[in-house]
């Protein structure tokens, strides 16, 4: 009990500085404390299942309100152009990061290094590209709204909810249990968080697809339109490795870890390239 408290306390006053500095320091101190407070009450009545059902409509209103915070002091000012046009680095810097991923599975599952440890270099990289690939997917949308056809649209709406989706159910995921070298080891009355998480994954994937489809059509990038395709049906690979604790839906033999992250790392580079031409923009939307 106090080694999941501990560490629920410790990722709520982390959290905590998405507010402003000022409202943190004002207010932070006695959010913590009445946080920490609410947290024991509920694992004492239900446990594991007691505390999540506190974490997630907390994390939900945590991100509205900070949000709302920083904008009321003017403190978010990256505009809808900014982000269009950061799109295209933030999906290089995911691509590089899953191929990091790639080479790091290589190295481990080829016998080079057989000391699971290792494992964290597989890991390690793709956590750290859920927060700048929300960014690309927003970015993405942004930029193909007026272009990208009706099913376009949809599957880009559907790739963002989904890269938010995954941070909230990644959050969930190491508060209920420790990332192991096998992915996420959580309790059983919190296996739904994992196929929460799963789900969101897929999400990304899935809205891709769609997206790729309508791209053949619409040909909104300069060049390369077949990239979304491809970036969306790299999906089949990833049914043959287990996330988030989430089970392998094909056998692991039939797709190495080390094919599906260097495909899909490659994919997102070379669709992060393709976006940094401008000879043919199309018009952003005006809104989100």
Known sequence: MRGKLS????LYGALLYLYPKKLRV???PQMRLTFGDACRAAYQRNGAGGLLALWLPTLLDLFKSALAERTRQGELTMSKARLIALAGPLTILVGALWLMSALGALVFQTGLIGDETLLGVVLIPLFLSIVPQLFALIGARLRFHSSAGALGRFGLTVSVAGGAGLI?????????GEVSSGGASIPASGLWVSYAAFASFMSIRFGYLLFGVEALRTMPLPRWNLLPLLVG???VLSLAIEWFGAPAFLP?????PFLHFALTGAGWVLLG????DHKREPQPAPAI
């Open 252 to 256: 692991s033999q039939w797709a190495h």
């Open 233 to 235: 049906l790299s999906v």
């Open 26 to 28: 004002t207010y932070g």
């Open 7 to 10: 560490f629920s306390n410790w």
């Open 273 to 276: 390239i393709a976006m940094l």
């Open 168 to 176: 909230v159910a990644v959050l969930l995921v190491l508060l209920l």
